[in-house]
């Protein structure tokens, strides 16, 4: 495998953390404002600071190091979730739909994710496998019994909520 500028330790160890790290402490900074209004030079000076001794101690660089493909792929996930459910409700249509539809399409945009997530880690036939086994065939129906208990609680509690209030 050929090695590129991008996956050379000097950047993926060095360069990258300390400039998520600079950036985020630096944003955090200006938007708190905690050092002082429109002192962008301090907010620098602390930002540098924070981010060289995080490249400069190796059990914190670590830490951010491994954190940083985690973060990338939840950021990616909620971004997804937020444009699915901004396709299935609309721009301006939120404040429109009652409740219960947006919940609905929520659970149905979340599960949808979930099982995309899964299928694409290799989870999904694990999953499935389990389910369909004696003990996990029990724990899901069980799963989908109290699900539907609790759902069926929870609109007969709103639709006498909306009766009273009416």
């Known amino acids: 495998m050929v090695e590129t500028f991008l996956s050379m330790p ?3 160890q060095g360069i990258l953390p300390f400039a998520l790290v600079f950036a985020v ?3 955090i900074l200006q938007k708190t404002k905690i050092l002082g209004e429109d002192k962008k030079q ?3 000076i602390v930002a540098l600071t924070i981010g060289m001794i995080l490249v400069l101690v190796p059990a914190a660089r670590n830490v951010v190091v491994g954190i940083i493909p985690i973060l990338a792929i939840l950021v990616i996930v909620l971004l997804v979730f937020m444009i699915i459910f901004g396709f299935a409700v609309g ?3 939120r404040q429109k739909l009652p409740i219960g539809a947006l919940a609905v399409i929520v659970i149905i945009t979340a599960v ?3 099982i995309t997530i899964l299928h694409l880690t290799g989870t999904w036939d694990k999953f ?3 389910v369909q086994s004696g003990t996990g ?5 069980n799963v989908v019994f109290i699900a539907a208990v609790v759902t069926a609680i929870v609109a007969v509690w709103h639709m ?3 009766k009273s209030s009416k």
């Not at 065939?137 to 129906?141: L, M, Y």
């Open 10 to 12: 000097i950047f993926t």
């Open 25 to 27: 402490i630096f944003a």
């Open 42 to 44: 301090i907010d620098a």
């Open 91 to 93: 721009g301006g249509e």
């Open 112 to 114: 949808a994710l979930i």
């Open 128 to 130: 499935l496998n389990y």
């Open 137 to 141: 065939q029990k724990v899901f129906v």
């Open 160 to 162: 006498k909520g909306d």
